[in-house]
């Protein structure tokens, strides 16, 4: 087992991977930027070291400055934790060259899910359903309008190198597809440094589906079941809850056993999650795999019972998973709710320092968050700033919870979006479970209820 961590990441993440650290016995390494000095990763971990300015670029980005702490402190390993270099191919190649452990799948494996009509290929291949579309990127209008025709419209025009929403563009008719393919191209050219699009039929208002796998080096594979993420905007989701209320226990067991013999068949290893799409009548595709730890995996360990960071720590130091596939229980229904530093009905950034954070616990919540009274939400980065989750017997008394709890939250100083999530909760369509991808430009076009109503934050 490693001896030393080095945690590439800031935030409530940071200080998850320390958790799982501390229960393991394993000494951390902090990284942080100038803008991070006083943070509680710093603080909690055994040693820090600054990275830089606070610039994501020239800080959490910067993988000389990471590398070189990482040997300065004798770290024998890295987790990435997400965003920032958690799906930098780069970075685990890297590691590899300064032996130093990667925590998260091969360079292999990230290049093949980063490179999305790559992936679709090698799961089409393995088994796995796709949306119907073109194979491989398309490079001219002509194809493009034969791929579109053959599919009929609408279709939509992704980045190979995009992802979680960037490079996309919707086509309903033939006169719009030229200027579409050229526009994705431009823009993933620009944004990644790679044009390749590719084309997929479009699905309206679909939810999003997605399945959490763990895989070790000694050929096993798991999956811990899925969460729905359909409660979304502009790409970010906003709440999150584990077991989708619509799947059933034969489609998970079915998805599960398809996701599992997908991973195998490209050696996935450690954490990985399987994005889809599931229709109006219920039929589910895959779309695209996300190679690292996911912010909402907290859900997913409140209904396993699995400890996600944990079990990758142990998989990077090459001990097998330990866990078969009988040996996970799906137990009750865990919900999450992002609090970002914003304003509920604007959602402009609200950064700043926050005078007063108290948030109730009580039975089946889980918080995980860095915040504190006088602490600081910077600009600089994303403005998550706690994770609530609730968990309960079943849906209803897992929304009770969450309800209760986001009542009994004080965050003063700064806006957050609670009084955006307790306007979700009691919408009958999300008590209903009757969630999609366009459930939030229902609920924004909707009028607001009366001004104060909802005094937290
Ligand atoms: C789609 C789609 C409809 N049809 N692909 C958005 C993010 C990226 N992961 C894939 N996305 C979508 N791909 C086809 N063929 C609709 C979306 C989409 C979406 C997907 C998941 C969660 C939220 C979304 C919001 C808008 C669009």
Redesign the pocket.
């Known amino acids: 087992m490693f001896k030393k961590i080095l945690i590439a990441n800031r935030g409530e993440i940071a200080l998850r991977v320390i958790c799982a650290c501390r229960e393991l016995g394993i000494k951390t390494v902090a990284v942080h930027s100038t803008a991070d000095e006083h943070a509680l990763h710093v603080r909690f971990a055994d040693e820090a070291v600054c990275i830089g300015p606070p610039r994501s670029a020239d800080s959490y980005l910067n993988v000389p400055a990471i590398i070189s702490a990482a040997e300065i402190t004798g770290a024998d390993a890295i987790h990435p934790g997400y965003g920032f270099l958690s799906e930098s191919a780069y970075l685990a190649e890297v590691c590899e060259a300064c032996h130093i452990r990667f925590i998260g799948p091969s360079p292999h494996v990230i290049r093949l899910m980063g490179d999305k009509a790559r992936a679709r290929r090698a799961m089409k291949k393995a088994g796995v359903p796709i949306?119907p579309g073109s194979d491989g990127p398309v490079d001219s209008e002509e194809r493009g309008l034969r791929v579109a025709k053959d599919l009929g419209y609408p279709v939509?025009v992704k980045a190979a190198a995009g992802?979680?929403?960037r490079g996309?563009r919707i086509v309903r008719s033939p006169a719009d597809l030229g200027a579409a393919l050229r526009t994705a191209q431009r823009e993933a050219q620009a944004a990644f440094g790679v044009g390749d699009v590719y084309i997929?039929?479009?699905?309206e208002g679909?939810r999003?589906i997605e399945f959490q796998v763990l895989g070790d080096h000694h050929g096993h594979v798991i999956h811990l079941g899925e969460r729905e993420c359909s409660i979304?905007r502009r790409?970010q989701k906003l709440i999150e809850e584990a077991p989708s209320p619509v799947l059933t226990e034969r489609q998970r067991r079915k998805l599960g056993g398809v996701v599992v013999d997908a991973a195998k068949a490209v050696q996935y290893t450690n954490a990985g999650t399987f994005?889809f799409?599931m229709d109006a009548a219920g039929d589910v595709y895959f779309?695209?795999a996300n190679t690292r730890l996911q912010v909402e995996h907290g859900i997913t360990e409140m209904v396993t019972g699995v400890d996600i960071v944990k079990a990758q720590i142990r998989i990077a130091a090459g001990e097998r998973l330990g866990l078969r596939q009988g040996d996970i229980g799906f137990n009750g229904h865990a919900i999450e709710c992002r609090v970002n530093a914003e304003h509920p009905e604007t959602f402009t950034p609200s950064p700043g320092l926050i005078r007063t954070f108290a948030v109730a616990g009580g039975p089946g919540v889980r918080v995980d968050t860095f915040a504190h009274a006088e602490c600081t939400v910077s600009p600089y980065y994303d403005s998550l700033v706690a994770k609530i989750m609730a968990h309960g017997r079943d849906r209803r008394e897992a929304i009770a919870r969450m309800k209760r709890t986001l009542e009994m939250t004080v965050v003063e100083g700064i806006h957050t979006s609670i009084p955006m999530h307790l306007r979700i909760l009691d919408d009958p369509d999300f008590l209903a479970g009757r969630l999609s991808?366009a459930f939030m430009e229902r609920y924004l076009a909707e009028p607001r209820p009366a001004a104060g109503a909802a005094a937290s934050a």
């Open positions: 949306l939509i992802g979680g929403g996309m997929e039929k479009y699905i679909p999003h979304q790409h994005e799409l779309i695209e991808t």
